[in-house]
């Protein structure tokens, strides 16, 4: 029963790795993980763009003679330096990414599939007449390293789009919005109060002031909200692209030593 069972899934697995369905599915799934990292470089680039334009720009008002300077760009200092080190990790993410994308593109080629096929067939003639083949359990073993490299990666893509489904789009999208309305106020931002040439003006500069100050103080917020979801952003694709890789790596592990483990047994008596 165990020869029939084992024959089966050799069978099936050869089938499915020659139809290339599962590749396909984690390649489709991997590009949305691919996009959002990208995106998330992107508008970290875009944001850090347009905070390097405001760093320095003073506005000196004079309301009623008295001069005031203002800098918007100090309040946004520490998002600035954080975007630094979320850029750089945004460019891991994409690589991690992309590496394992075409190491599962590398292992489903024809070369691995043949590989595979000549693999399943001895183990097939092994399992059901061993002594057409000289040899012991060393067949069934190779088989199986070529039947976890065939797979490895495609499945590695598949835990991680499995896991960011379940536990991480939703918080991405959310930190996603906040990050795109920060870079949008940070665009729209205008550091230039109006000229005073009459009385009339130099009295309103006191409003304008405060206007600013208002304003200043908006941003601030604005800023320190995106610096929270950056700090979530950063934690999600590090789980997402290292940590889960990582994970589903070490268990593919564990389950291929457990098959050579198996495969080295001696095979029962015969009664």
């Known amino acids: 029963m165990a020869k029939a069972l084992l024959s089966l899934a050799l069978i099936a697995f050869t089938a499915l790795s020659w139809h290339g369905g599962l590749d396909r599915f984690a390649t489709?799934?991997?590009?949305?993980?691919?996009?959002?990292?990208?995106?998330a470089f992107a508008i970290a680039r875009t944001l850090n763009s347009g905070i390097s334009a405001m760093q320095g720009t003073e506005v000196a008002l004079q309301p009623a003679g008295v001069g005031v300077t203002l800098t918007p760009g100090e309040a946004l200092d520490p998002l600035n330096d954080l975007i630094e080190r979320f850029s750089?990790?945004?460019?891991?993410?994409?690589?991690?990414?992309?590496?394992?994308?075409?190491l599962a593109e590398v292992f489903s080629s024809q070369i691995v599939n043949i590989a595979l096929t000549i693999a399943a067939t001895l183990t097939i003639i092994e399992l059901w007449r061993p002594s057409l083949i000289p040899g012991s359990s060393?067949?069934?073993?190779l088989c199986g390293v070529v039947l976890f490299a065939r797979f490895l990666f495609a499945m590695v893509l598949l835990a991680n789009v499995a896991f960011s489904s379940a536990f991480l789009d939703e918080r991405q999208e959310q930190a996603f919005a906040v990050l795109q309305a920060t870079s949008e106020a940070v665009a729209e931002y205008d550091v230039e109060p109006p000229a005073e040439t009459s009385?009339?003006?130099?009295l309103s500069g006191f409003a304008d002031q405060f206007n600013l100050k208002a304003s200043i103080e908006s941003l601030a917020a604005k800023a320190e909200a995106a610096i929270?979801?950056?700090?979530?952003?950063?934690?999600?694709?590090?789980?997402q692209t290292?940590?889960?890789?990582?994970?589903?790596?070490?268990?593919?592990?564990?389950?291929?030593?457990?098959?050579l483990k198996w495969a080295a047994l001696p095979p029962p008596a015969a009664p």
């Open 28 to 39: 489709e799934r991997s590009d949305n993980l691919l996009t959002q990292a990208l995106s």
């Open 88 to 102: 750089g990790l945004m460019l891991v993410a994409v690589g991690s990414i992309g590496t394992q994308m075409l």
């Open 138 to 141: 060393w067949i069934i073993r």
């Open 199 to 202: 009385m009339l003006d130099r």
């Open 228 to 239: 929270g979801e950056l700090v979530n952003l950063m934690v999600l694709f590090v789980v």
């Open 242 to 259: 290292l940590l889960v890789p990582a994970g589903a790596l070490w268990l593919a592990w564990l389950a291929l030593r457990s098959y």
